[in-house]
């Protein structure tokens, strides 16, 4: 027989998995409204700032609603910042795609990862640092995705991984999930990553000028990161 607690540990794995298919699916909605180039910046803003809720602070509010709420709420920010990070790539591909020395490839290709690195975390940054710029969120991207190289390697063979399992045994499942797994890869880093960040002292953070503190966590609003969900703790 099953006990209490097992079926509770049950549902909450449910939910979460629930929650996370969900997320998946308004971000695939947000991002073919927009057309693409004006959704996906937006949708993974979303996501990234409701994981972030979730997983760090351990919030759980109406999931289509937060979701839009933050989408709109930082429509521009995050348009320019995956504009910035689709010409950053495209030029990258063209270079691999464009050359026949291996020397450039291989340059090229560190160029990539460290792209995807960058892009991996930066709407996390966004939503859950207080850094006024683009320039200021691409670096702290950077300096958490390379400054905690070994959770961020462990995240990505995690996801591999996982899709692959799903690619192979249950590929509507791989559909269902979709972005939800990387974003959860990423969501578990960080974590402890902002953990961390917020015992070091401010002085050593606010390197970004006009940054409130770099590892300060934003504090919740109607049209700020966390929309719709409860002050963040500090």
Do not use: C, K
């Not at 937060?66 to 990258?92: D, E, K, N, Q």
């Not at 499942?173 to 401010?202: E, H, K, M, N």
């Amino acid at each position: 027989m099953f006990s209490f607690q097992t079926f509770v540990r049950v549902n909450t794995v449910l939910a979460g998995a629930y929650r996370l298919a969900y997320l998946n699916l308004l971000w695939v909605v947000t991002t073919v409204l927009g057309l693409g180039l004006f959704g996906v910046g937006p949708a993974s803003y979303a996501l990234a700032a409701y994981v972030d809720g979730w997983f760090r602070l351990g919030l759980e509010p109406p999931v289509a609603r937060t979701f839009f709420a933050a989408a709109l709420g930082r429509f521009w920010p995050s348009v320019l910042t995956s504009w910035i990070y689709l010409a950053a790539g495209a030029v990258v591909v063209v270079n691999i795609v464009g050359t026949e020395s291996w020397a450039v490839r291989v340059l090229n290709l560190g160029a990539l990862a460290v792209l995807a690195v960058s892009l991996s975390y930066v709407y996390s940054v966004m939503a859950a640092l207080d850094l006024p710029t683009i320039r200021g969120r691409v670096a702290a991207s950077l300096m958490i995705g390379f400054g905690s190289l070994h959770l961020t390697v462990l995240g990505a063979l995690v996801v591999g991984l996982v899709v692959s399992v799903l690619y192979g045994y249950a590929l509507p499942l791989l559909a269902l999930f979709g972005v939800g797994i990387p974003a959860a890869a990423v969501g578990a880093v960080t974590r402890y990553v902002y953990r961390d960040l917020a015992q070091v002292p401010d002085q050593a953070l606010a390197t970004e000028p006009g940054a409130v503190a770099a590892g300060t966590t934003r504090a919740a609003a109607s049209h700020e990161p966390h929309a719709g969900l409860p002050a963040a703790s500090r």
